[in-house]
């Protein structure tokens, strides 16, 4: 088989590091696997994220006015990250999937902060930055 050196390398390292007395060897490959179940874990849960076209919003406080309106409607009992544009009139909310957020609670504290809602898209996937807020509202 043309793998099988790797393989013995493989494990030759892995009996090298059990009977080895590096301490440093040992931390290192240890946090590499705590990294690794970490970065899977986090990345692992599923979210669901809605962007919508905002109009009305003319300044800083409007956006302030519309993040701190999803943060009280939704932030008390979902873990929600939320991006608003006023520049942009856009508003993004991510949230877990297992979360009865849909479409129409967006579109209702948009309209109740006093701004218009035009067209709404929700995605299988966080939003994790305006860059990537803009791109989806762009594929509607």
């Given at each position: 088989y043309p793998?099988?050196?790797?393989?013995?390398?493989?494990?030759?390292?892995?009996?090298?590091?059990?009977?080895?007395?590096?301490?440093?060897?040992?931390?290192?490959?240890?946090?590499?696997?705590?990294?690794?179940?970490?970065?899977?874990?986090?990345?692992?849960?599923?979210?669901?994220?809605?962007?919508?076209?905002?109009?009305?919003?003319?300044?800083?406080?409007?956006?302030?006015?519309?993040?701190?309106?999803?943060?009280?409607?939704?932030?008390?009992?979902?873990?929600?990250?939320?991006?608003?544009?006023?520049?942009?009139?856009l508003g993004?909310?991510?949230?877990?999937?297992?979360?009865?957020?849909?479409?129409?609670?967006?579109?209702?504290?948009?309209?109740?902060?006093?701004?218009?809602?035009?067209?709404?898209?929700?995605?299988?996937?966080?939003?994790?930055?305006?860059?990537?807020?803009k791109k989806?509202?762009?594929?509607?």
């Amino acid at each position: 088989y043309p793998h099988t050196h790797i393989y013995r390398y493989i494990l030759k390292f892995i009996i090298f590091f059990l009977v080895s007395k590096m301490r440093i060897m040992k931390i290192f490959f240890i946090s590499i696997i705590i990294t690794a179940f970490g970065i899977f874990y986090a990345t692992s849960k599923a979210t669901d994220s809605i962007v919508g076209s905002v109009e009305g919003m003319m300044c800083i406080e409007c956006q302030k006015k519309l993040i701190k309106a999803f943060q009280d409607e939704l932030g008390k009992e979902h873990d929600i990250k939320v991006i608003v544009s006023w520049e942009d009139g856009l508003g993004s909310i991510t949230f877990p999937e297992s979360s009865n957020i849909d479409e129409d609670t967006f579109k209702k504290i948009v309209t109740q902060s006093g701004f218009e809602v035009n067209d709404v898209i929700r995605k299988k996937n966080p939003i994790r930055n305006l860059p990537q807020a803009k791109k989806t509202l762009s594929e509607i």
